[in-house]
């Protein structure tokens, strides 16, 4: 299949979640499928083009693309994802894409990544690239299905075109002036109150994916289900449950040769499952590193987190202090957010010396080393379609404790209500007192040694490579193509 992937972001080369993590690794895993992938992203100011690989494309450069009343010239660079044949194309117009950061609050934030919905299809049009799917992601790949149909329609070559939107977070949605469709060449009806790609006076990019998409897909198949309900669907459940057919849920993959704890360039002592000797040894040396001094039975908590209420904080912090002065358990905390939630890890590190390794801000090697050498991984978010590193921890036989949602349903088995097949501990209220018993839980399993080394081996079996996720991808791409839902 010709795949046309569009994304606001991807690594290596721009990041501020986990759809990078996906546009940087699902277009691989199809490629090595055998499908040939052509990306398009922005070049935003933070790209080093050079550093990259990038060439300027000077046999297409500038596009000339309409936009309202106005004409745009763009230039384009090409190169590659490392590693892969996957072709990338870079989408260069300064005055929109640099702006010192990825998303913006600006008056134009929709005309930013309409340009670049219309730069993909003018580049496909250049190279007479025909693609039998186009996959966009969130809001800001939301236009490109009904852009197909009413602003590139006319073109054979897109003529057997199918789409697939995938929803990584239903929260953003886009929402911009109606007056905005018209940059979009959609019918400013549509956009208008009563209009199909309305919601709540705004034109929604994201509403109009979800209802012209031949198929829609969200990170995990609990996430899929929550977003149907008044809960979790942001407005947009009556629409996603009248397309139920044609909504599904894919669990992310990880990049498992960047997270395999036997190769991890950033631990000082591998292992594996079959001999995780090397564990402990990370224990140890991460401690030390955190100026931890822990008893050799105490269970090592990890956090690697942005540190925001959805994250779930607020469900810990009530309870915190008593599960230090009532058990032996550190922790080890990376990340940084809301000041109210830096302040009190800050204030609660201060109240118990030796037991907290707080690091606030970023740092990818110790980000590493925490899931390495932790006993436990703490995940409390109140949503989360996905989830990631629920998933480092399992396959570095650390044990995670999280709420019951999205991708953390999907990914971890409660060893208390399924002892032969469980790989951690969750909670189903959103209640720091179900916080409080599931990490109890999981202290008290931490003492006994053999159980606990088959809740850990239970983790590092499974697979959660992208190779897995893609033929998913693959399965459902074939289902857009073989028509209605």
């Excluded at 199918?162 to 990584?168: E, G, Y």
Aim: aromatic share 10%; hydrophobic share 40%.
């Amino acid at each position: 299949m010709n795949i046309c992937f569009l994304t606001s972001e991807c690594v290596p080369f721009a990041k501020t979640g986990g759809l990078a993590d996906v546009s940087g690794a699902l277009p691989v895993a199809l490629e090595q499928e055998g499908h040939h992938v052509k990306l398009f992203m922005p070049l935003y100011d933070s790209i080093a083009v050079l550093d990259h690989g990038f060439v300027h494309s000077s046999d297409i450069s500038p596009l000339s693309i309409s936009m309202g009343h106005n004409t745009i010239s763009v230039h384009v660079w090409y190169g590659h994802l490392p590693g892969s044949d996957v072709e990338v194309y870079l989408i260069d117009f300064p005055h929109y894409f640099h702006r010192g950061t990825l998303y913006t609050n600006d008056s134009d934030e929709a005309d930013r990544f309409i340009l670049l919905q219309h730069a993909a299809f003018h580049v496909m049009q250049r190279y007479s690239f025909s693609p039998d799917i186009i996959h966009a992601n969130d809001w800001q790949g939301g236009l490109m299905p009904a852009m197909l149909k009413y602003a590139y329609g006319w073109d054979d070559l897109f003529k057997s075109t199918r789409t697939l939107l995938t929803i990584h977070n239903l929260a953003y949605q886009g929402l911009t002036d109606p007056g905005k469709a018209f940059l979009a060449s959609l019918p400013m009806e549509e956009a208008q109150v009563g209009g199909e790609f309305e919601y709540n006076g705004a034109l929604s990019p994201l509403k109009a994916g979800l209802l012209m998409a031949d198929r829609v897909n969200a990170v995990s198949p609990t996430y899929a289900a929550e977003i149907q309900t008044s809960a979790f669907g942001e407005g947009l459940d009556h629409l996603l449950r009248s397309r139920a057919a044609c909504v599904s849920g894919i669990l992310n993959g990880i990049d498992t040769t960047i997270w395999d704890p036997a190769t991890d360039r950033h631990l000082p002592h591998p292992f594996h499952v079959d001999d995780v000797s090397g564990k402990r040894k990370n224990r140890d040396a991460l401690c030390a590193e955190l100026n931890l001094s822990p008893s050799d039975s105490a269970p090592l908590i990890g956090i690697v987190s942005r540190l925001a209420s959805q994250k779930g904080f607020n469900l810990l912090m009530p309870i915190m202090d008593d599960i230090l002065k009532q058990t032996d358990a550190c922790f080890a905390v990376l990340g940084s957010g809301q000041p109210d939630i830096e302040a009190f890890f800050r204030e609660t590190s201060a109240r118990h010396p030796g037991r907290i390794g707080l690091k606030i801000g970023f740092n990818e090697g110790l980000a590493h080393r925490i899931e390495a050498g932790s006993d436990l991984f703490l995940m409390p978010s109140l949503y989360e379609p996905c989830g990631l590193n629920q998933m480092y921890s399992l396959r570095y036989g650390t044990v995670p404790v999280v709420h019951r949602t999205g991708g953390l349903a999907d990914t971890v088995i409660d060893a208390d209500e399924n002892p032969a097949l469980g790989n951690g501990f969750s909670f189903g209220d959103a209640h720091p007192n179900a916080l409080s018993d599931a990490i109890r839980r999981a202290i008290q399993w931490h003492k006994s040694r053999p159980d606990w080394k088959r809740i850990q081996e239970n983790g590092m079996r499974t697979d959660f490579s992208w190779k897995s996720s893609a033929k998913r991808y693959i399965e459902l791409y074939e289902s857009a193509l073989s028509g209605p839902c």
